[in-house]
């Protein structure tokens, strides 16, 4: 273990590690959008930047992308980097004037309006609130594998959809994207019997029945998947089942099998 500074405070990290991931570990709150644990560091918002003022390359980096090293000394919200910061929130103010995150995000910085000219586009299936981070492009194709959107255009055309903007059978339905948005941009809908992707134009995912009680639960594209990758006993027992009845069967088994009377799922 080596230690740090981070904003004054004294932190215990390893050699390495991301200097972002030390600071909320130890509750220093560095704002970021498009950080997250599970992807690779992309460094492409900006809005994590930290000054660094001993211990390693001195001046303003992104600490999403910076690896701690012993004696690192960075400040999180000097008058440079609030500065910075609050030019940032401005024209993500612009960019996607309707995405209440980013809106309480810029209040906190005492940011309510912007000099820039806000875009507003009529039908847009990400409401207005991207600010093409690209995490959802990419959770879906590294952490799902699926890869079911993608850039579309260039420049301050650019935008983030399915190919050719057709609902896209690769599509597993699962979410990941909307969970990692940190704008709210994604809209998803179950309407019985099928998942809609609003914003990935309108492809429709199968939603799974549960065989217990009949309610519509989860995507079946997505669930078959993750089944796959289950022991099999485990996955012939829960396959068909939904949350709620997974966990029932789930403590009755656990129940059983503690008095020694395993049986088979009901
Ligand atoms: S939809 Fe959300 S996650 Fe995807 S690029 Fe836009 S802001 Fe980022
Ligand atoms: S979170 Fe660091 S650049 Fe986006």
Known sequence: MIQVI????????EEGEILLAVARRNGIDIP???????????????????????????????SCTLQVTEGLDVLTESPEIIRLRK???????????????????AARYGVTRTRFTKKTVRDDPLQNRCILCGLCVRVCRDVMGVGA??????????EI??????????CQGCGAC?????????????????????????TKVPLKTCQSCGRYFAPSP???????KLDTALKAALQDLCPDCK?????????????????PMK
């Open 149 to 158: 959107i993608n850039y579309i255009g260039r420049g301050q055309f650019t």
């Open 32 to 62: 970021s959008f498009c950080y997250e644990e599970a992807l690779a560091p992309y460094g492409a918002c900006r809005m994590c930047l930290v000054e660094v003022v001993k211990g390693g390359r001195e001046g303003i980096t992104t």
């Open 87 to 105: 030019a940032l929130l401005e024209l993500y103010l612009a960019q996607a004037p309707r995405s209440e995150s980013i809106r309480a995000l």
């Open 222 to 228: 997505f669930v078959d998947n993750t089944l796959e």
């Open 161 to 170: 959809n399915t190919p050719f903007f057709e609902e896209n059978e690769t």
């Open 247 to 263: 966990r029932k069967e789930m403590t009755r088994q656990a129940i059983l099998l503690s008095t020694g009377t395993p049986l």
């Open 6 to 13: 981070i904003d004054g405070k004294t932190c215990a990290a």
């Open 178 to 202: 909307a969970e990692v948005c940190p704008t709210g941009a994604i809209a998803i809908e179950d309407i019985a019997p099928n998942r809609i992707m609003k914003s990935w134009s309108g």
